[in-house]
């Protein structure tokens, strides 16, 4: 079936440091999203990409969405404490499904 | 903006009994519910398309006869774990959308602990 790889797995960083993950799709996608998760909450919806090649930029996050539309990234940059969460890529595919990266955990030490 | 409400939020039950999860839009109508199953620090699976008056549509592994799952109006789609065993045990999840392509809303999800 459609997998989405997403890397790393975990990631600690120290406050203003910067923080990549991605994530990377066996298969072409319709879209990617982007959710963040806090501990014992839910996924909560960052942002949607549907444009290959496309960029999008929320304040210190910015989104890219490959030209095949089989990767993506996040990145944010001058992490905060405020950033903690664990952040999951969700590739569109057929009838609004989405299947989910594996997660990337990041803790930021102040 | 929309917001998809599911409860219980945190649920124990015995052994071979049955927990129904339920998840409504609350201020729009959602033709298709997603239910995902998430284990402790893992990703979300998703376990099942809820439709509308319709049948639900089971992902590959998924026990439709365990999960049954019902989605009587467009605002409510529930999901009933039948005999329950502590292996499902876990955080189960839904989400809604306005319609395909729009953004997807999350409910705030559900902790079964079955003992």
């Known amino acids: 079936g459609q997998q989405v790889m997403q890397i790393p797995q975990y990631q600690h960083v120290q406050e203003g440091e910067d923080f990549t993950t991605y994530c990377n799709s066996s298969?072409?996608?319709?879209?990617i999203q982007w959710y963040k998760q806090r501990p014992g909450g839910h996924p909560v919806f960052l942002i949607q990409l549907v444009k290959s090649g496309e960029v999008k930029k929320q304040k210190r996050l910015t989104f890219q969405f490959g030209e095949a539309k089989k990767n993506s990234s996040l990145h944010i940059t001058a992490t905060q404490t405020t950033d903690v969460g664990t952040y999951f890529c969700a590739g569109g595919i057929a009838g609004n499904k989405l299947v989910f990266g594996a997660g990337t955990i990041l803790r930021v030490k102040s | 903006g929309a917001v998809v409400s599911q409860h219980p939020s945190r649920v124990i039950c015995k052994s071979g009994t049955s927990v129904k999860i339920e998840c409504r839009s609350l201020d729009f109508q959602a033709t298709t519910m997603f239910w995902y199953r998430q284990f402790p620090k893992k990703s979300l699976m998703l376990m099942a398309t809820?439709?509308?008056?319709?049948?639900?549509?089971?992902e590959q592994g998924v026990e439709k006869d365990k999960f049954l799952i019902n989605h009587a109006s467009l605002t409510l789609s529930t999901l009933t774990v039948t005999s329950a065993h502590p292996e499902d045990s876990s955080f189960y999840i839904c989400s809604a959308s306005l319609s395909s392509g729009n953004t997807i809303y999350f409910g705030e999800g559900s902790w079964l602990t079955v003992v």
């Open positions: 809820s439709n509308e008056g319709s049948k639900a549509t089971y």
């Open positions: 298969t072409t996608l319709s879209n």
